[in-house]
């Protein structure tokens, strides 16, 4: 009986180990993909450039768009910017109806009915075809590859609005921690030509690639969404381990961080996650303030053009009662607050 234990227990422990391994093995390599694939790609794939933007870091800016994100938070603004890859969408309103892209289609995955074209995601290869084809526009492609050269020709059209104004670039997505060499460049030459620059990160990236980054970054705007890791996971897809100890890091390295809090009604609006958030930051360094980003449902429409579900209708814009309370426990820990910078 006794040695029978002993091999049970043996046992147990090859396959917990056996377990364990391939967990580590499923994790780094998910890992790996998700910041490798672009790594060898020095032309970023963007799904934007905004000029004149006055809500992406001080003054006025252009923001850089990279597409990509390891995080899927359903109350996602751009969510052109989370697929890594390019996309496609239907206009309706630019349709004429003259069917041209359902005969196109190499993958059959058109359709038409009274209420317009339907394309079948999981045929779709995203092969561009329709957009080349239709005649009126109504086919558009998310996301492109771009030069370096080019972003920074972009970029540069707006000059005199930084030196004016105090602004700058702002490199936002999507996660552009995704796809850091493309990243290190442009902040390489930007910083050559003294333009100011900030990167607006979700912080779920290698701590030695954002640490490389931060050696060419004058503003960080640093993403916190929830403090609880349980429901971090259940709202962005990964918990924030990562995020809240590359925050550490980053404060350590003196770069300079302006928390971004998206603020929804009913998930992280309660006085204990405020609380803890706030206790987190006060005691780190080089945090410039915080940013209160009240949730809205402006970006419900996208969802719906590149084929997904919108699972924000749920959750409510905060009231004022709810800014104004969120506000005063920030500021009662000594930080900074603006609403909606
Ligand atoms: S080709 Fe363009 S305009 Fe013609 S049916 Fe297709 S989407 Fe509509
Ligand atoms: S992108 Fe290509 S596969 Fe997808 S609907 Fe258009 S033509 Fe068809």
Not at 40 to 47: Q, R, T, V, W
Not at 175 to 201: F, N, S, Y
Request: include cysteine; charged fraction near 20%.
């Amino acid at each position: 009986m006794y040695r029978y234990d002993i091999v049970k227990l043996e046992i147990i422990f090859i396959i917990n180990t056996l377990q364990l391994y391939t967990i580590i093995l499923l994790y780094s390599d998910i890992f790996c993909y998700l910041f490798s694939m672009t790594t060898n790609n020095p032309s970023p794939l963007l799904f934007s450039i905004k000029r004149y933007a006055l809500h992406d870091g001080p003054n006025i800016r252009t923001t850089v768009f990279f597409k990509g994100c390891p995080l899927s938070c359903f109350w996602c603004h751009n969510p052109e910017g989370i697929n890594p890859k390019a996309e496609v969408i239907f206009v309706k309103d630019k349709c004429i109806g003259c069917r041209e892209c359902l005969h196109g289609c190499p993958e059959s995955a058109l359709t038409v009915d009274d209420t317009g074209i339907h394309r079948d995601f999981s045929r779709c290869t995203t092969c561009l075809e329709c957009v080349e084809i239709c005649p009126s526009l109504a086919h558009e492609a998310v996301g492109y590859q771009s030069g370096i050269n080019e972003v920074m020709a972009e970029i540069e059209k707006d000059r005199l609005f930084y030196e004016q104004s105090g602004g700058g670039v702002t490199f936002s997505g999507g996660e552009p921690l995704m796809q850091p060499q493309a990243l290190l460049e442009l902040l390489k030459r930007c910083g050559e030509r003294g333009i100011h620059r900030a990167v607006d990160t979700t912080g779920f990236a290698p701590t030695a690639i954002l640490l490389d980054i931060a050696k060419h970054v004058d503003l960080f705007l640093y993403d916190i969404k929830v403090m609880d890791a349980e429901l971090h996971k259940r709202y962005t897809g990964v918990d924030n381990t990562l995020i809240l100890k590359n925050l550490k890091v980053l404060s350590e390295s003196g770069a300079k961080i302006q928390i971004r809090v998206p603020l929804l009604a009913g998930i992280n609006d309660s006085d204990h996650n405020i609380r803890l958030t706030a206790d987190f930051i006060c005691n780190l360094k080089g945090i410039q303030g915080v940013d209160l980003l009240p949730y809205h449902h402006f970006a419900s429409h996208k969802y719906l053009k590149l084929g997904g579900e919108y699972r924000g209708e749920q959750y409510h814009t905060p009231d004022s009662q709810c800014l104004a309370r969120v506000t005063h426990i920030f500021k009662d820990f000594g930080l900074q607050v603006r609403l909606g910078a």
